[in-house]
């Protein structure tokens, strides 16, 4: 009987649940940023060995909301963490031990879950160090820049999976539309050029999707929140502009192994992070409470 689940890549932000997404199933899905809270929509990642199944979910990180779209941002890491088979609690090795993860999650019911605590950056820490902590009941210890404790993390999962039939074809590896990963890649680029809280304010927007041409056309709309953030968008001369196109349309190529024509447009839309109706627009659903 084949084995398949929902697994959720859960924590506080910056933890590196991305980088470990990506590493698990060996493509750039996920963005990834030094800067916390990069994540904002979960990003599903897909990976078939023989018989098993993992459906893994990059999940925004567990924050204390600020502002409606990080309210918005824990409301779907939550969400994720109730539908999962298992939860992978990921937690820093140099910042060791964990804190518990009902405790970061603010869950207070006496919900069943099935945690693995995964210690990240594994290869910033001694061996003997890495040793001690993956000794520890229901524990791993990975590197996901190495690659270190990642098959041995797989070995682990598929053992805790329930035995179920494959939810997607063998040979997927997510399960989101190229819109999703085009506004990603941007976003990507946004927090690798952009400083301070430029980064946060920034988001975007597929206009136009011809994959059907050659190269594939991509118009996307890049949004900040004010007039003076535009012009650092743009950059002296366009550079940052060109930079952030050239970052998201190199990352697309290799994503679907074809040329991609990527015109970007800078426009404001100001308050939007803070904004119920721009942030449906964008895909965040409403949750039940949330921080104006």
Do not use: C
């Not at 398949?4 to 470990?20: D, E, F, Q, T, Y």
């Not at 939860?87 to 910042?95: F, K, Q, V």
């Not at 996901?144 to 040979?171: K, W």
């Not at 927090?191 to 118009?219: C, K």
């Amino acid at each position: 009987m084949p084995r398949s689940g929902h697994i959720a890549l859960a924590g506080r932000p910056n933890v590196g649940k991305s980088s470990l997404l990506n590493a698990l199933v060996g493509e750039h899905l996920a963005l990834v940023s030094r800067k916390a809270q990069a994540t904002r929509l979960p990003v599903t990642g897909l990976r078939t060995e023989g018989e098993v199944q993992f459906v893994f979910h990059d999940l925004p990180g567990l924050l204390d909301p600020e502002y409606a779209l990080q309210a918005r941002m824990r409301a779907l890491a939550l969400e994720g963490i109730a539908r999962a088979d298992l939860i992978l609690h990921l937690h820093p090795a140099p910042e060791a031990p964990a804190p518990d993860f009902r405790r970061v999650a603010g869950l207070t019911d006496p919900t069943d879950l099935t945690v693995l605590t995964v210690y990240t950056k594994g290869d910033l820490v001694t061996p003997e160090r890495a040793a001690e902590l993956g000794a520890a009941p229901a524990s791993m210890v990975v590197s996901a820049t190495t690659g270190a404790g990642v098959d041995a993390l797989l070995a682990a999962v598929a053992a805790r999976l329930p035995e179920r039939e494959f939810a997607y074809p063998a040979d997927d590896v997510g399960t989101q539309p190229l819109r999703f990963f085009a506004v990603e890649f941007l976003r990507e680029a946004a927090f690798e050029q952009l400083e301070d809280e430029l980064p946060y304010a920034f988001n975007a927007e597929i206009e136009e999707f011809r994959e059907s041409s050659d190269p594939v056309y991509i118009r996307a709309a890049l949004f900040v929140e004010r007039e003076s953030q535009k012009g650092m968008l743009i950059g002296a001369g366009g550079r940052t502009l060109k930079a952030i196109g050239t970052h998201a349309r190199e990352r697309l190529e290799q994503l679907i192994g074809r040329r991609v024509y990527l015109d970007t447009w800078v426009k404001v839309l100001p308050k939007w992070r803070r904004d119920p109706a721009q942030l449906r627009r964008f895909g965040f659903p409403e949750p039940a409470h949330e921080t104006d």
